[in-house]
């Protein structure tokens, strides 16, 4: 089992910026990638970047490339998010989620490939 606790939400205004933090605890040798997906109300549950544990290969949604960072400090067994030039439209809940074993990039960005998930940080942008 692992389980997941990120932290670093809140409420910020347009244009500035948040970190999330995702920390792993449990079976963490077996993780192979961690991911961050986002929930806005009425919406599902989207995919936004994941970070591959060993290789630190990272994938990003197109709404977020440019503006978010997925990163991991193996040391901390730490994964953050830094979100930069916050829109309104980024007001969602956010989860984190990892995953055990290898997988091809496409699978990476789909909810299935996900065995463990956080409990979620609200993250609300105001224009």
């Known amino acids: 089992q692992v389980q997941l606790v990120e932290s670093g939400g809140g409420l910020v205004q347009a244009g500035n910026s948040l970190r999330l933090s995702c920390t792993p605890s449990g079976r963490t040798f077996e993780i192979y990638a961690m991911a961050w997906f986002r929930q806005a109300p009425g919406k599902e549950r989207q995919f936004v970047a994941v970070i591959t544990w060993s290789a630190g290969n990272t994938y990003y949604a197109d709404s977020v490339k440019g503006r978010f960072t997925v990163s991991r400090d193996n040391a901390k067994n730490t994964v953050f998010l830094q979100m930069n030039s916050l829109k309104p439209e980024d007001t969602a809940i956010y989860y984190c989620?990892?995953?055990?074993?290898?997988?091809?990039?496409?699978?990476?960005?789909?909810?299935?490939?996900?065995?463990?998930w956080g409990q979620g940080t609200q993250v609300t942008v105001s224009s």
């Open positions: 989620a990892a995953r055990r074993g290898g997988a091809a990039e496409s699978t990476l960005y789909g909810i299935d490939a996900y065995r463990y």
